[in-house]
């Protein structure tokens, strides 16, 4: 069976700094990995996805995310962070072998400091 | 497009009444799903459907029911609310049905207060 650790439930940052979002997953087979961003009052949104392409993935607002399986670890990074970053983060696994459903991380929240 | 609608938007329920969530989905996906997300618990699956006609159970499916009867609609159904069912419920689809790495598309999600 999967699951996903999620190492911080809040980060906070400097407008302008780096963001720097931990995830380990732990999957019997090749997974698929997933972030999602939530923003206040609002539904999931997706930011990226593994699916056992290029071991960088690269998503929307500037966010990216490195899949290392020696490390079993899929953090989500950005080298600059805006106001508007400051949301709910989900890392997400899929096993691609049968109907397993996705499974959430807890979710790690992100303030940015102006 | 309109995507994932829910109905409704929010909800006081008072305890031992029935409710049903509606959700609807233009994107003629095959899959639907009914999570709910707790403060520190991230989302939790409550049932699912790989295909119109079939559900199945997820992680925390006691006290909902749900049913397939076609495409487009996925309707959660609380027989008799407790306090334990107040929750933000969000509805998500995607193309996948039998392929779960296919990105899933969520609802706006629906607010139920159970007292």
């Known amino acids: 069976a999967q699951s996903v650790t999620q190492l911080d439930s809040h980060v906070s940052v400097s407008e302008g700094t780096p963001v720097l979002l931990r995830c380990n997953y732990s999957?019997?087979?090749?997974?698929?990995l997933f972030w999602y961003v939530q923003h206040p009052n609002k539904g999931l949104q997706l930011l990226l996805k593994y699916t056992s392409a290029a071991t960088l993935v690269k998503g929307i607002n500037g966010f990216e995310a490195e899949f290392k399986k020696s490390e079993t670890s899929f953090h989500l990074t950005k080298p600059s962070a805006h106001m508007s970053d400051a949301a709910e983060y989900f890392c997400v696994v899929s096993e691609r072998s049968g109907n397993t459903p996705l499974v959430f991380g807890k979710g790690t929240r992100l303030s940015v400091i102006a | 497009t309109a995507g994932i609608t829910q109905a409704p938007t929010s909800q006081i329920l008072a305890a031992g009444r029935s409710m049903t969530l509606r959700c609807t989905q233009d994107m003629r996906h095959n899959a639907m799903y009914w999570y709910r997300q707790d403060l520190g618990l991230g989302l939790r699956l409550i049932h699912y459907s790989n295909t119109a006609g079939t559900t199945g159970k997820g992680e925390v499916p006691d006290g909902y029911s749900v049913s397939r009867a076609n495409t487009d609609d996925f309707p959660l159904t609380l027989a008799s609310a407790v306090p334990s069912q107040t929750s933000v419920y969000f509805c998500?689809?995607?193309?996948?049905?039998?392929?779960?790495?296919?990105?899933?598309?969520f609802g706006p999600g629906t607010r139920l207060t159970v007292l």
């Open positions: 999957s019997s087979y090749s997974p698929s």
């Open positions: 998500a689809s995607s193309d996948g049905g039998d392929s779960p790495y296919n990105e899933q598309f």
